[in-house]
């Protein structure tokens, strides 16, 4: 049978530990890629060729190359923001179909910015299969941010020296997201993209279930999983209508209310902004009484009715 | 991934079966429309398809394979006392290599309560290398045998899978499925199993297979040089080959692919590897694989019956 695992593919490199993220920041749906001189102090020729002082370096441009561009080394210009910094702004669900993303920074089309290898997000280059004396850059689609929109909780466990949360999010991953102790509880915020995770923690080596969290599901373990739903505010806007006396906002995410989602009147139509889950949602408006579907969305589906509704799909 | 699960597909296709009490396989996230089309949401488990199903009370995943020719489900999650009946016989030589393959007869696949797929043989196998690599429980894989009498709707923008079922014709029983306009067509061939297309690169003809679970597109080295004149190595990166030895293959982007005179292909991450293997599995000479990357790209309907691929387009999402 084992003969039969073929063409598996090794990944290469391990999962660091994350800390503060270098080189890129999460706002929102966007990834902001930023490069700032002072953070930097080697840079080298492509081909590994000569090593150059950050402080002796004219900079004109700067751009970051990496997996998701082919390694262009000038397609993805970024912006200079000041006399140090630059910065590129991508949506992220560009990159949500990987868990990480390995990039570096180009300046002037033909020097690479080289990281430190104390700096928490990186791995080892590697050129032609062959390990490079040189580090990249990985951006985490999922990571902590204290500013993030999620966080989790362990109560307790004072004595345990390493807490890790994994799940669903980092394919459950067992070194990359470590909790932090607070005053008698472990903690650690992530950015997330809307939808429903399960995770678990471990606690010194011991996989648990989070207590505090009555929301799970069976595992293959014959244990539980922890369950978390993210949202995301998604808006909606119908045009026009002005006339009209109300405008209800109905759909599968709220069981198809007809009342008590009042849309609020603007000055070219009617808007609200509701926290939904990821996925597809099914939605119409119902103007003065009148159901219809979205005229400005053109993805729409039949339910299992007959009945033709708008769909959003939130990611 | 595809590359085992190709050579699955061919090692798998004997004629064995044996009636048994494995009972339904259950699909509970699927969306009953009529009695004839049923949708179902995916997961993307890297790059591979992934369907939330359930086996006599077990909650998993099932990939949706058009590289596969039958059903298989995974030895690991199947109850011990199943009865089954072990292979006798192969048709290929790979087989020399599985020493522990089983078929059981699934009664029904209820994707919802009112749709179900009756009567299909299951393959027994011993799918824990794939758990173990991508970190999710797979209770099987859905192929060929069950996807070809369906009308299958791939939809990378609502994460959803749709089937239909169709007429001896080839025609949905449902007369709209869809709501979005269908843009445009492609012709295919069948042979086996395997979706076979004809495709143009620099004017260079090249003949692909089509496969949901091809997480990375492939492409014969031997390929003409006016084609390999547009792939744009990016990396090498280490693959276990045939007998577990390692091997480095060349990955990069292929550009200009054309279909037809009228759907062009943007750049597609593709492994340059030779395809010895998956011509075997396949029965037919590839020049290459295309999956993940070109469903990505194309919301991509598949009509087995009619020979035929229709595309639907991305919506223009206004902020």
Known sequence: MKKILIYTMLLLGILPVLAQQKGYRIEGDEVVFTFHRDDYHVAREDGFGHKLDFDNLDIRSVAVAGEFNNWSTHQWKMVRVDNDRYELRKKLSDFDHQFSWEFKYVINNILWAEPDKSDPNITRAFKNGRKLRAYNLRLFTARPDKNGNTTFWLNGYPKAEKVILAGSFNKWDEQAFRMKWREGFWELTLQLPPGAYEYRFIVDGQWMEDPDNPQKVPNEFHEYNSVVYVTKDVPFFLKGFSDAVEVVLSGSFNDWATEGYHMQRTPNGWADTLALLGGKHHYKFIVDGKWMTDPQNSVREYDGKGNINSVCMVR | ?319
């Open chain 2, 1 to 319: 991934m595809r590359q085992w699960l190709a050579i699955l597909g061919f090692v798998l296709g004997g004629v064995v079966v044996q009636a048994s009490e494995l009972g339904r396989i259950g699909f509970p996230k699927a969306e009953w429309i009529t009695e004839n089309t049923v949708r179902i949401p995916f997961a993307l488990v890297d790059h591979l398809i992934v369907v939330e199903a359930s086996v006599l009370g077990q909650k998993g995943g099932f990939i949706i394979d058009t590289g596969a020719e039958t059903l298989i489900l995974n030895k690991v999650h199947c109850p011990k006392n199943l009865p089954m009946k072990k292979k006798t016989h192969s048709s290929s030589g790979v087989m020399s290599a599985m020493s522990d393959t089983f078929q059981n007869m699934i009664e029904k696949l209820s994707l919802t309560t009112y749709f179900s797929i009756p009567n299909k043989r299951a393959d027994i196998l011993d799918l824990s290398h794939i758990e173990k690599q991508k970190k999710v429980k797979i209770l099987g894989i859905m192929g060929h045998s069950v996807l070809k009498d369906y009308e299958i709707f791939v939809d990378f923008y609502l994460r959803q899978i749709t089937l239909s079922k169709l007429d001896k014709s080839g025609n949905t029983l449902d007369r709209d499925v869809y709501l979005e306009r269908i843009t445009d067509s492609l012709d295919f061939k069948l042979n086996r199993h395997a979706i076979v297309l004809s495709a143009t690169i620099n004017k260079s003809s090249l003949t692909l297979g089509l496969d949901t679970a091809a997480e990375l597109n492939q492409l014969t080295p031997k390929a003409n040089s006016r084609i390999l004149k547009y792939f744009y190595p990016k990396e090498r990166v280490k693959v276990m080959g045939v007998s577990q030895r390692k091997k480095e293959v060349l990955i990069g982007d292929l550009h200009r692919m054309k279909l037809s005179e009228t759907v062009f292909m943007g750049p597609m991450t593709t492994m340059l590897s030779r395809m010895d293997h998956m011509n075997q599995a396949f029965g037919t000479e590839l020049d290459g694989l295309i999956g993940y990357e070109f469903l990505k790209q194309k919301r991509t309907i598949i009509n087995y019956k009619k020979r035929k691929l229709y595309f639907i387009s991305f919506p223009i999402v206004q902020k």
